[in-house]
């Protein structure tokens, strides 16, 4: 017999072992190959849970189909449609201004004057809300000087392109201030004596309205509103201002206003109200007419503003003051330099009022302010005015320094 070589001595143990790995290896895969019964179990498992996952995508699917029907549901009501849903917060806007005051005359003063929010909300192209509230020198209750007022509270309607219409509370369409009162876009820390004692700015009343464009740069007011309510031993018109508040109602006052804008920078106006009874039906009834016009003008650098209005009141009791005839008006030239930091701004004006201009006795205010106004931006101001005040004899006249920062939004 051959004897065997090393390498062959060293290659049967690897070979053996390698065969008894495999034998072993087929014995061990076939003792835990599953027996037909528990594969048919696992099958059936399996098959449970594709159903379930089934069911699961099948709720989910349907849920995204609703929504989606919702979606498409609410974009079709939506004002914009397009499928694309827009949030009432899209549609509604905030704003405001205030004012505070310091007043260094016969008695020194600081006070922040006014605290405004405007909220507007569009219900849609056509339908619009508009609303104004005031917070009035700063503190209110218990021994504050302040009101809370709400100034505008209307719904506005679009009836064609040209026509607009509206109900609720609103401020009347009279004067320069009247309508547009907000810091930046007036001189002076204090609004004007005539726009105060004679329209009493600022004038709000509940009723309706409309707003006409006429072409050619010309515009219609009409409103019919709630009226004032004067104390019998004054007329004092500002003093009949009942604000809406459980206000009586017996007896209307319609306003109209013709308005040209035709120009660029240039307002001309004139309106006239008419009251069958300031005294809302007291024993002495009386009639009153209200008539304004002013120009308001600005051309580049220079501003005017001029305005006159007058009250006519039609009774024994009114003219038995002399109050049956209460006028003012007053005219403010300006001029505006642009600058680098902003513009700047140096006015004057000259007011006259007469609330018993019925008598034969002088009664007139005059009042000439002269001063600056600083506008580091457009919705911004800083002000400084001189305030000479010359009342009738027996009166206190006040001459004044007034400083004032405002802000609108």
Request: negative net charge; proline residues 4%; glycine residues 10%.
């Amino acid at each position: 017999m051959k004897q065997r070589s090393g390498q062959q001595k060293r290659l049967f143990p690897l070979t053996a072992l390698a065969a008894a790995l495999l034998t072993g290896g087929a014995a061990l895969a076939q003792d835990q190959q599953p027996s037909p019964e528990e594969m048919w179990r696992i099958i059936q498992q399996q098959q449970r849970e594709i159903e379930s996952l089934k069911s699961r995508q099948s709720q989910t699917d349907e849920k995204v189909e609703a929504a989606g029907e919702r979606i498409e549901e609410v974009a079709a009501k939506e004002p914009t449609g397009g499928g694309m849903v827009e949030g009432w917060w899209n549609r509604t806007s905030i704003g405001g201004y205030g004012e505070l005051h310091y007043n260094a005359g016969r008695q020194d003063e600081i006070d922040f004057h006014r605290f405004i929010l405007f909220v507007s909300h569009e219900f849609s192209d056509r339908i619009r809300f508009q609303s104004e509230i005031e917070f009035e020198h700063s503190l209110t209750g218990g021994d504050g000087p302040g009101e809370v007022e709400l100034e505008q509270a209307y719904l506005e309607f679009s009836l064609t392109d040209r026509i607009q219409a509206k109900a609720g509370l609103f401020l009347i369409p009279v004067g320069i201030l009247n309508e547009t009162h907000e810091p930046p876009t007036f001189f002076g820390v204090e609004r004007n004596i005539v726009e105060t004692n004679v329209i009493p700015t600022t004038w709000w009343e509940g009723g309706a309205g409309a707003r006409a464009d006429l072409g050619g740069g010309f515009s219609a007011d009409v409103a019919v509103h709630s009226g004032l309510d004067v104390d019998l031993s004054t007329f004092a018109i500002r003093g009949g201002r009942k604000k809406v508040a459980q206000a009586p109602a017996e007896d209307p006052a319609v306003t109209g206003r013709l308005k040209w804008t035709g120009m660029p920078g240039v307002e001309l106006a004139v309106t006239a109200q008419y009251q069958d009874d300031l005294t809302q039906g007291s024993a002495t009834p009386t009639s009153a007419t209200l008539l304004e016009t002013h120009a308001a003008i600005r051309r580049g650098p220079l501003w005017l503003r001029a305005l006159y209005a007058r009250w006519d009141l039609d009774s024994d009791a009114a003219k038995a003051l002399g109050r049956d005839k209460q006028y003012g008006w007053y005219v403010e030239p300006a001029y505006i330099f642009t600058t680098g930091k902003g513009d700047v701004g140096f006015f004057a004006r000259y007011s006259e009022v007469d609330n018993t201009a019925g008598d034969s006795a002088d009664s007139k205010m005059r009042q000439t302010d002269v001063g600056v106004n600083y506008w580091p931006h457009p919705q911004v101001v800083l002000k400084a005015d001189y305030q000479m005040l010359d009342v009738p004899a027996g009166q206190f006249g006040d001459d004044r320094i007034n400083l004032g920062v405002g802000y609108m939004f």
